[in-house]
């Protein structure tokens, strides 16, 4: 099934906001409903494409026909962009600008090859495809002539190691199949991002993704202790060993370089023990400071929960995840921040760090709300971009960013980028709703994702610059990093590169210059262009 | 105080043999008493300096004075080379080939980069220097004029963020200097690798190190959260975050990178509480195939002790790290192989742990030993090096090599390595007595640690030279990683290179080529010369 073309997910799961949110809105915000909707997939002007028949020919040589070299205009349509706010909204509005002039759909390592000799040689960038979420832009190069490289047929189980616990999967399988598979062999990758229903392991591996059980299942770029990549220049393995002091460990450089140094075509992951129980519950905490520093001492001296996440005052109040919820619609509103704290894995297990972590909310001012909030949570996890598409159907902005710091600057940046934001919007004459929780948590700090809902403004997607701009000069300022999970794409990618600095940046592009010196794979994309 | 320049540690503690293992030396492997010691140090013929007397003044002209840029025979002696056995042989032969040019001593970051701008200027090579601990060859670069940068000077803990849990210190810092200026705040490294009375900070870094609490406290790659880092460019930052997905985590470059692309100036840590309790304990399993599981399944489902060893059969029966129990002198020979067990931490957590930790070893069919053996260990912890210089000063050749792989690959590893080791030496007419041990294990795998005693042979040197080479090449060719904590130096460049593949190699040159054009840093270290 492919996604809504021109929103999130499954068309048939699309719901429109109920009234009363709509009043709402309105009142709060000043939200009011647009007239037009999203332009007709078979109305949008799709520009021809500019692969040549040479080029053409050599691609269908690659791939085993020219079955795999669509040129048509919805697959091209729906290869463009990725998935953030302002991405939605331009493709909405029928905005093409940015479209691939063909989708190759490779088989295999040997076909990925083939193909970046080829673009190569007709100097053709080439966009590395998964689920296409990116919400930084990183599916838009800086190059008007590109092919969408979409990893789909690429999506098997290569091989178990159930003594070492590791396994070995393809780029282009989606997280609900690579569950499925290693399910059917006992074992869980435990990584459930947002995305998860759309989003592939390969995506996952070139992003840095972080998924919603990152307390106990960690990153994926901890996850991950193998891969393969294919450049320009021939194949890159790397990992023959879980941690290994020769040399600097490549396996981080291929995490995060987002399609730049090469296309990722297998990753060997560790896996765990599928868990007998999961439960989730929800703690109340008199302040959005009080339960940091309960999510703080479980994640300095345990124990550890699998999900533990905690909503600042706004968003528990808003409750964004609920629409049937939002304001609290049986008239008592609820005060404090929730948490939500999940625990997975054997039962004896479970229970042990259960009772240890109540101990440690406890003693933190937590209150504890039993199963109910963690359990609703657990069944909406998914579910907030499809209520982004309704927002924006209902005339309304809505948008996400994220960071991360250590601990102590923890306050600050928040502070920081919240008022960033609500400045930046208000100045714009719509006030935003600013809402915050921290999802992910080290011993060392945490990550900061916010929530902004507005009223649209005029041109929406120029609305949004400005906000996002000082949102971005906050968390740098305020010493956070500029995305926690998201990554850099196109969006992030100045800031980036002031974090990094110069001769980071110098780095990274003496690396692709080694990869890829035709300068093919993502041009744009991570670093600036040279 | 200084370490013994022609063996390890401090001279006060140097130890002969007794007797009694003389004697089964010689009968169990031919080892012959010799007649020559290390030479004298001042019967050492060094070569004069070839620094100029321009390099010497603008040298001396960075760090304010000439009393920093040291040209005597001593201080250049007391740079040349590492610890690795051949390293001493050579050095206790009065061979010094390998001597710098000058010893330097910066005082701080600002100095480093100075330095780096004249020797840059000058053409002149620079190896930094921590504790001159290195073991493959990482102080001895492919260049005969070239200058010791030892950082003691920069021994400062400069920051603890008692909230984030991280302190910021200086790479000249000892082991033991910063866990004291740790403890004194309350606070733990938990790094304690068998070096750790000499090495310091910034060579921990640059060589990746691991400790023998690496079950509990994480590898020291897993405990860097940020790094400066001085290059013949200028200075590179890295780590606003414990975990970000803005690009590539750049640290994992850096660490690694044996000095080859910069100097490690400054190192922010994640740091720990001090363990209220520590306790050590001895578990025996009928053989190493037994004990390995244990390990694994520890490792894999806990609970994870902080200290998780295993000997295989031999190191277990020679016990090699007490000289006074080699061999059994009660006469009762230990059967099968011995684990040791630690835990630090809270006296409840620590109680927890074990109490766990015991069903699996009891159900993986261990038998508990008693705290003597892990108490036994932890006193002798440090000792095995002053246990080399005494074999060798009685005519036997001992050395260490080691490697990780994944838990499948490991027993192919095990007698792949042992055979290669075996058949080499036997080969040259020195039949080994080889031991290994486990003693880091991970999720997904664990280490090997071998150790090997033999007869010299006519030229030492020489002799271990083809047994080294086989153990490369039996380590590639089962799959393990050619150092999982000694690091690649010059010793393991080649395999270093397979391992990396071409494009990894390609890709580290060009890193290198960024930050350090002019290639004065350890040339030859880490990545072949181009």
Not at 358 to 361: A, P, S
Not at 386 to 395: F, S
């Given at each position: 099934m492919?996604?809504?073309?021109?929103g999130?997910?499954?068309?048939?799961?699309?719901?429109?906001?109920?009234?009363?949110?709509?009043?709402?809105l309105?009142?709060l915000?000043g939200?009011?409903p647009?007239?037009d909707?999203?332009?007709?997939?078979d109305?949008i002007a799709?520009?021809?494409?500019?692969?040549?028949?040479a080029?053409?020919?050599a691609?269908?040589?690659?791939?085993?026909?020219?079955?795999y070299?669509?040129?048509?205009?919805?697959?091209?349509?729906?290869?463009?962009?990725?998935?953030?706010?302002?991405?939605?909204?331009?493709?909405?509005?029928?905005?093409?600008?940015?479209?691939p002039?063909a989708?190759l759909?490779?088989?295999?390592?040997?076909?990925v090859?083939?193909?970046?000799?080829v673009?190569?040689?007709?100097?053709?960038?080439?966009?590395?495809?998964g689920?296409?979420?990116?919400?930084?832009?990183?599916?838009?190069?800086?190059r008007?002539?590109?092919?969408?490289?979409?990893?789909?047929?690429?999506?098997?189980?290569?091989?178990v190691?159930?003594?070492?616990r590791?396994?070995?999967?393809?780029?282009?399988l989606?997280?609900?199949?690579?569950e499925?598979?290693l399910?059917?062999?006992g074992?869980?990758?435990?990584?459930?991002?947002?995305?998860?229903e759309?989003?592939?392991?390969g995506?996952?591996?070139?992003?840095?993704?972080?998924?919603?059980?990152?307390?106990?299942?960690?990153r994926?770029?901890?996850m991950?202790?193998g891969?393969?990549?294919?450049?320009?220049?021939?194949t890159?393995e790397t990992?023959?060993?879980?941690?290994?002091a020769?040399?600097?460990?490549?396996?981080?450089?291929?995490?995060?370089s987002?399609?730049?140094?090469?296309?990722?075509?297998?990753?060997?992951?560790?896996v765990?023990p599928?868990?007998?129980?999961?439960?989730?519950?929800g703690?109340?905490?008199?302040?959005?400071?009080?339960?940091?520093?309960?999510l703080?001492?479980?994640a300095?001296?345990?124990?550890r929960?699998?999900?533990?996440?905690?909503?600042?005052?706004?968003e528990t109040?808003?409750?964004l995840?609920?629409?049937?919820?939002?304001?609290?619609?049986d008239?008592?509103?609820?005060?404090?921040?929730m948490a939500?704290?999940?625990?997975?894995?054997?039962?004896?297990?479970?229970?042990?760090r259960r009772a240890?972590a109540?101990?440690?909310?406890l003693?933190?001012?937590?209150?504890y709300?039993?199963?109910?909030?963690?359990?609703?949570w657990a069944?909406?996890r998914y579910?907030?971009p499809?209520?982004?598409?309704?927002?924006?159907?209902?005339?309304a902005?809505?948008?996400?960013?994220?960071?991360?710091a250590?601990?102590?600057?923890?306050?600050?940046?928040?502070?920081?980028?919240?008022?960033?934001?609500?400045?930046?919007?208000?100045?714009?004459?719509?006030?935003?709703?600013?809402?915050?929780?921290?999802?992910?948590v080290?011993?060392n700090g945490?990550?900061?994702?916010?929530?902004?809902?507005s009223?649209?403004?005029?041109?929406?997607?120029?609305?949004w610059?400005?906000?996002?701009?000082?949102?971005?000069?906050?968390?740098t300022?305020?010493?956070?990093?500029?995305?926690?999970?998201?990554?850099?794409?196109?969006?992030?990618?100045?800031?980036?590169?002031?974090?990094?600095g110069?001769?980071?940046?110098?780095?990274?592009?003496a690396?692709?210059a080694?990869?890829?010196?035709?300068?093919?794979?993502?041009?744009?994309?991570?670093?600036?262009?040279?």
């Open positions: 492919d996604m809504l073309w021109s999130w997910g499954d068309p048939a799961k699309a719901a429109p906001l109920p009234d009363t949110v709509i009043g709402l309105r009142d915000l939200v009011t647009r007239e909707g999203p332009a007709a997939l109305e799709v520009p021809e494409s500019t692969l040549t028949a080029a053409h020919r691609l269908a040589g690659c791939l085993g026909g020219s079955a070299v669509r040129t048509d205009a919805e697959s091209r349509i729906r290869h463009t962009r990725g998935k953030s706010t302002p991405d939605l909204l331009r493709i909405r509005a029928g905005d093409v600008d940015d479209i002039a989708v759909l490779p088989a295999g390592h040997d076909e090859l083939a193909v970046l000799r673009c190569t040689e007709h100097q053709l960038a080439v966009v590395p495809f689920g296409g979420t990116s919400v930084v832009g990183g599916l838009a190069p800086e008007s002539r590109f092919v969408a490289l979409d990893l789909r047929r690429m999506d098997a189980l290569l091989d190691d159930e003594v070492s590791t396994a070995t999967l393809q780029p282009g989606r997280a609900p199949q690579a499925a598979l399910n059917a062999r074992f869980t990758l435990g990584h459930f991002p947002q995305s998860y759309w989003a592939t392991i995506g996952f591996a070139a992003a840095r993704s972080s998924g919603q059980a990152s307390a106990g299942y960690g994926f770029d901890e991950v202790l891969l393969t990549v294919a450049t320009p220049e021939g890159w990992g023959r060993a879980p941690r290994s020769a040399g600097p460990d490549l396996r981080q450089l291929v995490l995060g987002e399609g730049a140094f090469g296309v990722i075509t297998s990753v060997t992951v560790r765990r599928l868990p007998a129980t999961r439960v989730y519950e703690w109340r905490f008199p302040s959005f400071e009080a339960g940091t520093r309960a703080r001492a479980l300095q001296d345990g124990p929960p699998t999900v533990l996440r905690l909503s600042d005052e706004t109040f808003i409750g995840a609920h629409p049937d919820r939002i304001g609290g619609t008239g008592a509103a609820p005060a404090g921040c939500v704290v999940g625990y997975e894995g054997t039962e004896a297990d479970t229970a042990l240890g109540r101990e440690v909310l003693a933190a001012g937590g209150e709300a039993g199963e109910e909030p963690g359990e609703r069944r909406g579910d907030a499809y209520l982004r598409d309704a927002l924006l159907d209902a005339g902005f809505a948008e996400t960013l994220e960071t991360a250590f601990w102590s600057r923890l306050p600050g940046l928040y502070a920081a980028v919240r008022e960033a934001l609500t400045s930046a919007l208000t100045d714009a004459g719509t006030p935003p709703l600013v809402m915050c929780h921290i999802s992910h080290y011993e945490a990550s900061l994702y916010f929530t902004v809902v009223a649209q403004g005029d041109d929406p997607v120029a609305h610059e400005p906000a996002k701009h000082a949102a971005n000069e906050a968390i300022a305020a010493g956070g990093t500029i995305s926690h999970h998201h990554g850099v794409g196109t969006d992030h990618r100045d800031w980036f590169a002031r974090e990094a110069p001769l980071g940046v110098r780095a990274l592009r690396v692709k080694g990869l890829d010196p035709a300068g093919i794979l993502n041009p744009g994309i991570l670093i600036p262009l040279p």
